[in-house]
């Protein structure tokens, strides 16, 4: 067993729960190409029905985006996992009034740990598309992806949206 696998979990297995509540969307859905093509990694999307973001694994806030619309964090194994809030949102003028990081940088967090709340309505308003990729970034090669039949709706920090999995 790789030393990553045992930060993971005994079976080389790290559930990621939902960072977002909402309808699930295929990547391969998103209207982003580079989401869309996994060329930020692989991983699901979600429409939020609220706005709260959580923690999707127990970790570090690895950054967060200037303009708040996106989330990194480094969990278990050194897994590292991106939430990304809308899609074009970073076009949207003065994006960050949207949004209210509860967390800073370097923070340790818990899976289903609120780290910020951003107003729905008010970035629906802008036109913006708001459907939210999640997604394993890194580290390549070590960890993939696997779709456990998550729910076509989610609530944030309680159903798992995909496992990530250390061939052993």
């Given amino acids: 067993m790789t030393a990553a696998a045992q930060r993971a979990g005994p079976d080389g297995t790290l559930a990621v729960v939902a960072p977002l509540s909402g309808q699930i969307v295929a990547l391969e859905d998103v209207p982003d190409e580079a989401f869309a093509t996994g060329a930020l990694g692989p991983g699901l999307a979600v429409e939020p029905v609220e706005g709260v973001v959580v923690a999707p694994v127990d970790g570090v806030v690895a950054a967060i985006v ?4 996106a989330v990194g964090f480094i969990g278990p194994g050194g897994i590292e996992l991106l939430v990304h809030v809308g899609i074009d949102t ?3 003028p003065d994006v960050g009034r949207f949004f209210k990081f509860l967390v800073r940088h370097g923070d340790a967090v818990e899976a289903g740990q609120p780290v910020a709340d951003f107003d729905l309505e008010g970035l629906r308003g802008t036109g913006a598309t708001l459907v939210s990729p999640v997604v394993l970034t890194g580290p390549p090669g070590e960890a993939r992806v696997a779709f456990t039949g998550a729910p076509s709706e989610v609530i944030a920090g309680i159903d798992v949206v995909f496992t990530v999995v ?3």
């Fill in 90 to 92: 970073v076009r949207v």
């Fill in 66 to 69: 200037s303009t708040g619309h």
């Fill in 166 to 168: 250390w061939d052993l």
